[in-house]
């Protein structure tokens, strides 16, 4: 009796392809997905996924081509170690765009018209790299350069940029400049939590006959613990774990089954997560110790301007244009400091409520800023801090369902406070 047989399964559960009919919807690889739809529903240039190896990024990318396969024509690069040429040649010859001639020039006037034609016929033109990380400078130039082709109006093309960590690091360099900034969309793969983990391999299982496997919840745990979240890794573990209790000739697999199996898993993979966790844990240390200074400046800075805002106001030297009064931060912690009238206002949470179909959420508030998600119409976020720029736009400060907090302009959200909620009545 085979292993498959023996635990009732119609399939190997844990196979480590990328196969879309076992995708796991966890709430990362959801959130990825729906940037990817935004930046080309919006058709934003450059998108950029990163993700350490083994999160799903290929598995996402699969889903993204099977979502977009009508509405799109789209260009996949899995192998990008190619000359800039190499690379022009595979994204025209994945798009069906047949030359006879290899002149470059002759090249890019053929993707133009062909960028052009679809555009006219509604149609988006993606290119996807995975793996992304290995293109060398001057391929990505050669995609920067792809993504000037752009009617006055629109870009008639969308790249999407995926892989690994040092992608970005690279991406930061000071010769990547120029293509840092047309990224406007920026996300990344974070393992799953150990929720996640549990349910990923409930599902797999499943998927694959259900089965007489048993896998309690302490077993799951130590699955998590080692894979660190990694659904590659859980996938290595878990199905060693079940052909090592299958070897004993047991149903219900257990932790020292689990821990077998990890002693035939490369070690330097388990080592791997541990020194990231440590090196993270290490940099947030020092980011934190490092603020501690700057905010104090910073607090410090703003309180002499407002000092000096309010004199000058006062005196009658204000100037009333929106640009100067708008420039003062109206942090509600500073509105509780210096206008104890207003206390009262603080301590009312108000909410902002999308209003539109998909809005962007950011570092800074500014719209040069860095976008760091995409929440959808309806969702409601706690505001935490306001900021209006001289230009006069205001920003909310909101928290987001993870616990991080971002910027959202006003002007896409609905603002409410406990004032509009009906108040109990106390007799
Ligand atoms: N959301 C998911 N649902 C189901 N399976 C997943 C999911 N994410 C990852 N996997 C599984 O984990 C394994 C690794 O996934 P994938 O190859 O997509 O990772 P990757 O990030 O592209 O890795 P690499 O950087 O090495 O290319 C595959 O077996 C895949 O099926
Ligand atoms: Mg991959």
Redesign the pocket.
């Known amino acids: 009796m085979d292993y498959l047989e023996f635990f009732h399964l119609q399939e190997d559960p844990f196979g480590l392809t ?1 196969d879309s009919s076992y995708f796991y919807p966890s709430k990362m690889h959801n959130d990825v997905l729906a940037s990817l739809d935004y930046a080309v529903d919006q058709k934003e240039g450059f998108s950029l996924v990163i993700g350490e ?1 083994g999160t799903g ?3 996402i ?1 699969k889903i993204f081509i099977d979502r977009w396969k009508e509405k799109a024509e789209i260009a996949l690069i899995m192998t990008p170690r190619l000359s800039p040429e190499e690379l022009l040649q595979a994204v025209l010859d994945d798009l069906k765009i047949i030359l006879d001639t290899t002149n470059k020039n002759e090249m890019i006037k053929a993707f133009r018209d062909f960028l052009i034609d679809r555009s006219l016929a509604g149609k988006r033109v993606i290119i996807i790299v ?2 992304a990380q290995n293109l060398s400078d001057a391929s990505l130039e050669e995609l920067r350069l792809l993504s000037n082709l752009e009617t006055e109006k629109e870009k008639l093309l969308q790249i999407i940029l ?1 892989g690994q960590p040092e992608l970005q690091k690279r991406l930061q360099s000071e010769g990547m400049r120029q293509l840092d900034q047309r990224i406007t969309i920026r996300t990344t793969l974070r393992p799953l939590t150990l929720q996640e983990t549990s349910d990923y391999i409930a599902f797999r299982l499943v998927k694959a006959g259900k089965g007489s496997a048993i896998l309690d919840e302490k077993v799951k745990k130590t699955i998590y613990k080692i894979s660190g979240g990694i659904p590659r890794l859980v996938n290595l573990l878990t199905s060693r774990a079940m052909m090592v209790a299958y070897i004993g000739t047991a149903h219900h697999i257990q932790k020292k089954h689990v821990l077998d199996a990890a002693k035939h898993i490369s070690n330097t993979q388990t080592r791997i997560i541990s020194w990231q966790k440590l090196v993270g844990y290490a940099i947030v240390g020092l980011l934190i110790v490092s603020l501690i200074p700057v905010s104090v400046i910073m607090y410090h800075k703003i309180q002499d301007y407002r000092n000096t805002t309010i004199a000058s106001t006062k005196s009658g030297m204000q100037s009333e244009s929106p640009g100067n009064l708008a420039a003062v931060n109206t942090s509600l912690s500073a509105v509780k400091k210096d206008e104890p009238e207003q206390k009262v206002s603080s301590d009312i949470q108000r909410k902002a409520i999308v209003a539109v179909y998909a809005a962007r959420l950011r570092e800074r508030p500014s719209l040069q800023a860095n976008i760091e998600r995409v929440v959808t119409k309806g969702e409601s976020l706690d505001i935490t801090d306001e900021w209006t720029e001289l230009s006069g736009n205001k920003w909310y400060k909101v928290k987001t369902p993870d616990g991080n907090e971002s910027w959202i302009a006003s002007y896409i959200v609905r603002v409410t406070s406990l004032r509009e909620l009906p108040q109990p009545v106390v007799r």
């Open positions: 990328p190896p990024k290929t598995t990318l995975d793996e995926v």
